[in-house]
Structures are given as structure tokens and as C-alpha cells.
Nanobody
């Protein structure tokens, strides 16, 4: 099993920055790709960014040019640098891990709340 723990959220003014981190533990050698999702109140969870070995990172159109996803395999961490934050970025952010077959490994973590004030 893989356990994921998100951190780094907080309250920030529009235009500000935050850096989220996700620490993976357990059967980490089974992880091929990782991703960040977010879920705002009353909305479905949406994919924000994803990263996997040998492929270019994926970004949702709404965050392209503002967010950067990175992975530190030595530390088993996934990061999301968020710049020029907007009120519409307000959501609970979650990380996810996927095995070679593209199947999600492990459960969702508790998430980390990002709130952007206007």
C-alpha cells in the first residue's frame, strides 16, 4: 500500500504563491506517475497536474503557466509550486499515485486546503 500526506496549504491573497508537498510512504517502488487534484465546495474533483517518468508534465488549462509540478524521487515527495494564485484556485488539494498500469495505488490523503482571497 502507498500512503500519501499532503501539506503546505494556507490562506493567501490573490497574486500570491504557495508550495504544496505530498509525502509518499509504503510501497513507493510501485509508483510510476503522480498527480495533484483539487475539489472546490459543490464541485467535482478535477485533475490539476500530473507527472510521470519519460513524459512531459500535464497541466489543466486553468493552471498552465502558473503552476509547476515536480517530483523528488530520492525523498519520495511530490510538489506543486503555485504562483499568481486566483480566488478560483480555492479548493482542497489532494495528491494521487499511479502504478505502471495506470491504476491508482493507495487511498486519497486528507488533502490540504488552499484559500485565495480577492
Amino acid at each position: 500500500q502507498v500512503q500519501l500526506v499532503e501539506s503546505g496549504g494556507g490562506l493567501v491573497q490573490a497574486g500570491g504563491s504557495l508550495r504544496l508537498s505530498c509525502a509518499a510512504s509504503g510501497v513507493v517502488f510501485s509508483i510510476n506517475a503522480m498527480a495533484w487534484y483539487r475539489q472546490a465546495p459543490g464541485k467535482e474533483r478535477e485533475l490539476v497536474a500530473a507527472i510521470s517518468s519519460g513524459s512531459s508534465p500535464y497541466y489543466a488549462d486553468s493552471v498552465k503557466g502558473r503552476f509547476t509540478i515536480s517530483r523528488d524521487n530520492a525523498k519520495n515527495t511530490l510538489n506543486l509550486q503555485m504562483n499568481v494564485l486566483k480566488p478560483e484556485d480555492t479548493a482542497m488539494y489532494y495528491c494521487a499515485a499511479y502504478g505502471d498500469s495506470g491504476v491508482k495505488v493507495g487511498s486519497w490523503g486528507q488533502g490540504t486546503q488552499v484559500t485565495v482571497s480577492s
